[in-house]
Each structure stands twice: as structure tokens, then as C-alpha cells.
């Protein structure tokens, strides 16, 4: 059984709504749906969903009623992931894992072997990035995007945070599995993932101090992107309940 549409829609309130003009066309258009049908509007903001029918269909427009919103599905990892600013798609790649596999807050960090410029990274974008990825993954918020910052002027604010704190290096001797086999999910995490070229010695100092132990994600050499997923995906792996893998339609 097809999984039901889920529509992104802000500010959710009981009654009649008429959809703005890319959600009516994603719904109208995307999915064929028409007068009677139903859906899911979700609202990562406020954390809440509700069920939806459409009650009007036309060129111009599509008209819904909405029932009494409802606290949506969140289920979160207790992650903080601290990213290395990375070129091209590749931060659009980890924001979308890192939103699929219920990281609560992503910090954009630039360190000294960052190339990406700031510019490049236009957190309203990446803000939309993570609402779509979290509409196809059943997820009812969104992580906190914040920066991007100096990794420099970042790290001494963990030095007293209670977390497990784990800085990325292909040069660790103690592997990832090692250090989280004791970690229950919604204790707190901090992830380190440097950019491409990974972070400089004197950033893994920086990072030892303020508490961060180093870990390894096995001998081979990954992509930024990669190597945060393939962490993120470690602490996923260990969250209770179900998996939900029917596509939707146009996936």
C-alpha cells in the first residue's frame, strides 16, 4: 500500500486552505490528485501535521480542508553534526542525510583546508533542501542549520559540554564502532566532519582538547559527504521502531 503524499505547508490551522502555488502543483500536477482525495500537511517549524482533503481542483488553484493539527513523528538522534564547508552538492548531500537520519542540529564549519566559499552557502537553500528530504522521510521537523562559522572560534564552546564527542580522522586508531558501542540513542553526540582534504593537524589538536576523541571509519579514504553518512547512519542503525521504505510516487 503507497505510502500517503505528504505536502509541506507553513503555519497549519484547521479549516479551509488553498495551497500555494508549488505545493498545489506537487500535489495537482506531481501526483494526480483531485477533488475527495487525501494527504498529509506537515509543518517542520512548529513540529505538527494534520490530514488534508482536497476539495477544489483547477488550473489556478487547489483548495483543502484541513482537520485539527496534531504533533508529527519526531525521533531524533541527539546529534550535533559539525560539517566542514564543502563545494558543489556536497553539503546538499549531507543536509539531506543528515535530515534522514535525525541529526537535531547542523553547524556549517569553515577550517583551514575549506575551498567553499561562504557565499556558496546560502543557509535558506539548504533550509529547503532539508525540508524535502524530511517530507520524503516521514520526518516532522527539521535539524537547526547554523553558520557558517569558524571551526577555530566553534570548538572552545564544547569544552564543557556534556556529550560524546567525536571528531572524523582516517589517521584514529580506535574505530567509530569502539567508541559509540556504549551510546544509547538520545544521549548527546557531537560529530566533527572535516571538508575536502580533511581537517589540519592543528584543527585535530584544537579538537582533542576541547574534549573530542578521534575515531576511524575504516582504512579507505571517504568523501566528506560520505564519511558523514556513513557515521550518521552508525547511530541510526541503533534507534528502535520501524522502517519505512515505499517510495512516493514520482521517487
Known amino acids: 500500500m503507497a505510502r500517503r503524499v505528504r505536502v509541506y505547508l507553513p503555519e497549519l490551522h484547521a479549516g479551509r486552505s488553498e495551497l500555494p502555488r508549488e505545493q498545489a502543483h506537487y500535489v495537482s500536477v506531481v501526483h494526480r490528485l483531485g477533488n475527495g482525495d487525501r494527504f498529509t500537511a506537515f509543518d517542520p517549524e512548529s513540529c505538527l501535521e494534520c490530514d488534508a482533503q482536497i476539495v477544489e481542483v483547477n488550473r489556478a488553484r487547489v483548495a483543502c480542508l484541513l482537520e485539527a493539527p496534531r504533533a508529527a513523528d519526531i525521533r531524533g538522534l541527539g546529534v550535533t553534526l559539525l560539517q566542514g564547508a564543502a563545494k558543489g552538492d556536497r553539503l546538499d548531500s549531507v543536509v539531506r542525510a543528515a535530515t534522514a537520519l535525525g541529526v537535531d542540529a547542523l553547524r556549517i564549519v569553515l577550517t583551514e583546508r575549506s575551498v567553499a566559499h561562504p557565499r556558496e552557502m546560502k543557509v535558506e537553500r539548504l533550509r529547503a533542501i532539508a525540508i524535502e528530504a524530511a517530507r520524503q522521510c516521514g520526518r516532522g521537523d527539521v535539524p537547526r542549520l547554523e553558520g557558517p562559522e569558524a571551526l577555530a572560534a566553534c570548538l572552545p564552546s564544547f569544552g564543557a559540554v556534556r556529550a560524546l564527542k567525536l571528531c572524523l ?42 574534549g573530542f576523541a578521534e575515531a576511524a571509519l575504516g582504512p579507505l579514504t571517504l568523501r566528506t559527504e560520505l564519511a558523514a553518512l556513513a557515521a550518521l547512519a552508525c547511530f541510526a542503525g541503533r534507534l528502535p521502531g520501524r522502517v519505512d521504505t515505499t517510495p512516493d510516487v514520482e521517487e
Open 169 to 210: 580522522t582516517p589517521a584514529a586508531h580506535e574505530p567509530l564502532a569502539n567508541l559509540i558501542r556504549d551510546w544509547t540513542p538520545g544521549t548527546p553526540v557531537v560529530l566533527l566532519v572535516g571538508p575536502e582534504g580533511g581537517l589540519s593537524a592543528g584543527e585535530e589538536e584544537a579538537a582533542r582538547a576541547s
